[in-house]
């Protein structure tokens, strides 16, 4: 009934906000647009700020429904310098560089699998330079992709910084300092966030690379050291290692915070079998440059209050992100943010506290920084927009996977939530170690190999959340996000008929529930 | 049939209970607030229940002529039979629609002798006039077995298990024939031995070259040539082969089923013949059997194909590097193998006569036909061998294949290392004495017809995996069917009913009746006998059930009970001592003091 109403309510507001829109433009009047105020209408009809995931899907949708598209994107070195093309975090410095630099750190264990298999190698070094350069050749011709793209669909691009001038009006700085005054009826921010600087400690910002950079290095980082529990410093440290590099986590607390936390200790446990050192309970202090270029870190034991220090070659900051809000002049529009968090507050629509602007992705309060949430929410807020549906997007049961070595994914609720929001007497976890078959004449060790169903106890034991450990985690979880999207129960799960032999037919086979108490470590051999 | 007129649930279930005038029998309590497929769940276990605790047990309507022919057979054969009118319950038609699914017949009556589906009015006559039905009243518990299982795969494995977890004595008869170039292997059938696990480590081997040149692309440096060894992989999979027989053999034992590792054949109703290595014979009777024997690759039967060719049967564990081979056949099995084949270096070839993976979506057939081919695979379509003659021996040897076009009279002729057949399968159905006891098989496919519950025609034999007709043959299909058969099979036990009848202090004195009251506990065997049900018939049972029910609430067990010290006397001690299960069917009755 309330979706039913939403639809034509959609459509009616556009035409009202555009009228509404035109007279304040012919009232007041903002000079830049003036022109196109005084023909009642803006420069376009829809304006996007930020070409990230979210921006530009929602700019592309938005266009082939027939609207006037622009598109402003432009990257702000980091300290380092390193600046990148269109598409944002995710191509330049996320999900993609992130994904291939693991590829890489597989294909290492892949090498030394082979023996086993037959394969006469020897042991073999890992050169980065090869490694970053294909990477980044890569990423390139996605930047060039995205282009071509906007072009295809008659998305205006404007390379240009933005910020807010009035509700409808946004003035943008190029890298040569030239303004542009662009209008549009209805705005879109998609900016995103960019790795935070613990600048409180001496020397971070001087010596320290993020993220930012990390992929973009041209020699090897060598002996690094990763600050960070989130997953970008988990998978950053798993890749090092699997490189060859000698590399250290600091942890302050736990581990992937929000994720499930006993697989979240499976992984860090996996990672330190694979050689990654990690240092929990600990603060850094200070960086300092030696005379020889190597850094020198000063940091705090929590639980002893001891100082302790250590040379890299490398400090990697990987302790959160901040959304890319404070340039936007987000006040002149009179769009509210969440003072603690500096994100934009935004409803289901993804509506701001001004009725025609609108966040998506890493830059909303209370979204999940994922890329394929950012997409599907710009797509359909633009399909919103042209009146083409009514579809709200569904943040739940979004599923991820952390690609650390020991690859984790996961969709819906992990454990402590579903107690948290069920009671525990009312939930059901099944679980199961296992061996995937490659492991086994590779004869690697599948200690943290482990699957988890987290489920309803009352019959038939509807799934809440499902988290894998193992090797290509994305591929497994995704199908299994679409059953549980479509209400899996357990039973329905126990009648699937597995594939075999796969690690996946494992979740089809998930027998022993933590009640019983019985082990769900692998039998016979 | 006189001897026991139209009995009622109620005294089936052991309590006397009898319906006030007016008021008919449920089958299926009608609890509200339960769902229809709980209530349906619970109504299949109580039928189930009545199938398994009844010699002869009837489903029938009262007015039925078909149903009275039954009922004066077993009286005239002096049997006591359990008769179900479900024109007389209240759920009669929801008792029938769950038989149906149980049984696949419809209509009633519908009989079950000894646990066995016997069938309607018609097969029961017919079983009467052949001995069947005379055997199976007869040999009432006489069998050494709940359960024999031949074929120690995927399939026959998991019925066994399931069965014996479900607490039946189960026995699994295995026995592989070696293969005409002499390969045999130990338990757990095609998919562990000649299948899917060393199928997909080839496979992985072969990935890992493709990821060793990749890997140049992602920065590792190695200059070296990098070579295959055949046999350092072969050793590694059989190795963990091995461990898998291994681990199939543990299990079997911790679950109790007996594992007996010869070639069974039926020699006469419920009777086994089993003959091992050495040629030494037993005989092993069973109450219900269950067919498993998979299929074997199947040989071309032309000039050189056993003497020379290999099969899948043979190729992983094949002690040398097959070197150039030739490939026959459009199956999966064969392109798996070219696929890996080539993947690890060698020259392949693949011989195909028509299509490729025939039964997939061809434009996805033709898409993988053409990626193998783009990496080094070579097709020869429309060609069929004709003859296979050594020329040399060796390991590999050589080998010409002569092989004839399908369509015309062109004729070639090419020299291999390796010849490995893929194509297609044969049910092992033909030699284990399923004439001697009557049960169908397909005379063209060798398969096996089963209806909806793997039952083929001969009741007590049911038939798992790839020798069904018109089944899936995939592993996890097998083990789940074989799974969910010997739920269907033996399920009335998926919970532990413990019971016992009790004398109230109170009642000895007054000389009351000594067994009429009864205290009984459900619980579930999987979840840790978990109490799920609790019923007490006697004194003050709303005092008694009260504590008991908040104690469920807390997820109350049989070891909790077990736990509990009693008050003494009450008759709610009776409850932590209960010792008797009902599937035991030993006495209740309290006798002397």
């Not at chain 1, 650390?404 to 994914?409: F, M, N, Q």
């Not at chain 2, 592989?176 to 199928?199: A, E, F, M, R, Y």
Request: glycine share 10%; net charge positive; with cysteine.
């Amino acid at each position: 009934m309330a979706a039913a109403l939403r639809g034509p309510g959609g459509r009616f507001r556009w035409r009202t906000w555009a009228a509404a829109a035109a007279a304040a433009a012919a009232a007041g009047g903002v000079r830049g647009a003036a022109r196109s105020a005084a023909a009642g209408r803006q420069d376009y009809d829809l304006l996007v700020i930020g070409g990230g995931s979210g921006g530009l899907a929602c700019a592309k949708e938005a266009a082939q429904l027939g609207k006037k598209v622009a598109v402003v994107d432009y990257v702000e070195p980091s300290p380092r310098g390193t600046r990148w093309g269109l598409g944002g975090t995710c191509v330049n410095v996320g999900c993609i560089p992130k994904k291939l630099m693991h590829q890489a750190a597989l294909l290492g264990g892949m090498i030394r699998d082979a023996p086993h298999y037959g394969w006469a190698i020897q042991p073999v070094l890992h050169d980065w330079r090869t490694m970053a350069e294909a990477v980044q050749n890569h990423v390139k011709s996605l930047n060039w992709g995205h282009r071509v793209q906007l072009q295809d669909r008659k998305v205006k691009y404007f390379n240009i910084k933005a910020g807010f001038v009035n509700e409808h009006t946004v003035c943008g700085v190029a890298k040569d300092g030239k303004e542009t005054l662009l209008s549009a009826e209805h705005i879109v921010i998609a900016t995103g966030g960019r790795p935070r600087y613990p600048t409180h400690i001496e020397g971070a910002l001087e010596y320290g690379i993020t993220s930012d950079d990390i992929f973009w290095l041209k020699e090897s980082p060598g002996k690094t050291l990763v600050v960070g529990a989130s997953y970008v410093a988990l998978e950053c440290a798993g890749f090092l290692t699997g490189l060859g590099l000698d590399t250290t986590v600091m942890i302050r607390s736990i581990p992937l915070r929000g994720f499930d936390q006993q697989m979240s200790s499976l992984v860090t446990e996996y990672m330190a079998s694979q050689g990654t050192r990690f240092l929990r309970g600990c603060t850094p202090s200070r960086v300092r440059r030696l005379p020889d270029g190597q850094l020198q870190v000063t940091w705090e034991d929590l639980t002893s209050g001891k100082e302790d220090m250590g040379t890299f070659n490398t400090v990697l900051w990987a302790t959160g992100r901040i959304p890319e809000t404070r340039s936007l002049n987000l006040e002149k529009a009179g769009v509210n943010i969440n003072p603690n968090s500096q994100k934009i507050l935004v409803d289901a629509q993804e509506t701001t506290s001004v009725p025609h602007i609108y966040a998506i992705g890493d830059v909303a309060e209370g979204r999940p920084e994922l890329t394929p949430t950012a997409i599907m929410a710009g797509k359909l807020l633009a399909q919103r927009l042209c009146g083409q549906s009514s579809d709200v997007m569904d943040y739940d049961n979004v599923p991820t996977t952390v690609f650390t070595p020991l690859e984790y994914g996961c969709v819906g609720l992990s454990e402590e939530e579903a107690v948290a929001r069920h009671g525990e007497e009312h939930v059901e976890v099944y679980h199961a170690y296992y061996k995937p078959l490659e492991f086994t004449v590779a004869e690697r060790d599948a200690s943290q190999c482990y699957i988890k169903m987290v489920c309803l106890r009352k019959p038939p034991q509807l799934v809440l959340g499902l988290h894998f450990l193992g090797p290509n985690a994305g591929e497994v979880t995704q199908g299994f996000a679409l059953g549980i999207k479509c209400g899996a129960s357990y039973v329905q799960v126990m009648r699937t008929v597995g594939i075999h032999p796969t690690c996946a037919e494992e979740v089809a086979k998930l027998r022993i529930s933590k009640r019983s108490g019985l082990d769900p470590t692998v039998t016979g051999c | 049939m006189g001897a026991v007129p139209n009995r009622r649930l109620g005294s089936v279930r052991g309590v006397p209970m009898s319906s006030p005038p007016g008021r008919r029998a449920r089958l299926s309590s009608p609890g509200t607030g339960r769902s229809s497929s709980e209530a349906r769940e619970e109504l299949r276990r109580r039928l189930l229940g009545l199938i398994e605790s009844n010699r002869v047990m009837i489903f029938s309507k009262s007015y039925c002529p078909h149903s009275a022919r039954v009922k004066e057979l077993f009286s005239s054969l002096g049997v006591e039979c359990n008769i179900l009118e479900l024109d007389r319950v209240d759920d009669g038609a929801n008792v029938q629609e769950v038989l149906s699914e149980i049984t696949n017949q419809k209509t009633v009556p519908n009989i079950f002798v000894n646990k066995v589906h016997m069938g309607g009015c018609d097969r029961t006559f017919q079983a009467h006039q052949c001995g069947l039905l005379q055997k199976l009243l007869q040999e009432d518990a006489a069998f050494e077995y709940d359960l024999i299982v031949i074929g120690g795969g995927s399939g026959g494995l998991a019925c066994a298990q399931e069965a014996a977890i479900l607490g039946k004595k189960v026995m699994v008869l295995d026995f592989v024939v070696p293969s005409p170039q002499g390969t045999s292997w130990g338990l757990g059938g095609t998919c562990v031995n000649v299948g899917c696990v060393p199928k997909k480590l080839m496979h992985q081997a072969a990935l890992l070259g493709q990821a060793l040149s990749d890997a140049r692309k992602f920065g590792w440096e190695y200059s070296q040539q990098v070579k295959h060894n055949w046999e350092t992989m072969t050793e590694a999979i059989q190795n963990h082969i091995g461990s898998l027989n291994w681990g199939y053999r543990l299990s079997l034992r911790e679950k109790a089923v007996a594992y007996v590792n010869s070639y069974g054949e039926f020699v006469e109703h419920h009777k086994i013949k089993a003959t091992n290595r050495k040629g030494q014979e037993t005989y092993y009777t069973a109450a219900k059997f269950v067919l498993a024997t998979g299929e074997r690759p199947r040989y071309l039967g032309i000039q050189g194909d056993k003497e020379y060719c290999i099969t899948s049967d043979d190729l992983f564990s094949l002690p040398y590097c097959p070197g150039k081979t030739l490939v026959v056949g459009a199956s999966y099995v064969a392109l798996e193998c070219a696929g890996f084949l080539a993947g690890i270096g060698l020259d392949v070839t693949v011989m195909v006569r028509s299509v490729l993976l025939r039964g997939f979506d061809q434009e996805m057939a033709e898409k993988v036909g053409s990626y193998m081919e783009q990496h080094g695979v070579k097709f020869l379509r429309k060609f069929v061998p004709v003859m296979v003659q050594q020329l040399e021996k060796g390991s590999p040897g050589k080998l010409k294949v002569v092989a004839k076009s399908t369509e015309g009279p062109e004729t070639i002729e090419e020299v291999y290392n390796t010849v490995l057949l893929a194509i297609g399968r044969d049910s092992c159905t033909r030699k284990i004495g399923l004439e001697k006891i009557g049960v169908k098989i397909n005379e063209k496919s060798g398969k096996i017809p089963v209806n909806d519950v793997e039952q083929t025609n001969v009741p007590y034999v049911y038939a798992v995996g790839d020798i069904l007709e018109g089944k899936l043959e995939l592993t996890p299909v097998a083990i789940q069917a074989g799974k969910l058969l010997a739920r269907r099979l033996f399920a009335g036990c998926l919970e532990k009913v413990y019971h016992t009848l009790f004398w109230p202090l109170e009642w000895t004195v007054a000389s009351r009746d000594n067994n009429t009251c009864y205290a009984k506990i459900i619980c579930n065997k999987f979840d840790n006998y978990r109490v799920i049900g609790f019923h007490v018939l006697g004194p003050n049972a709303g005092e008694i059930t009260q504590g008991f029910a908040a104690a469920m609430k807390c997820g109350l067990t049989k070891q909790l009970l077990d736990d509990t010290i009693g008050i003494h006397p009450t008759c709610g001690e009776v409850f932590t001592t209960l010792e008797i299960t009902k599937s035991s069917g030993l006495d209740i009755t309290q006798k002397g003091c």
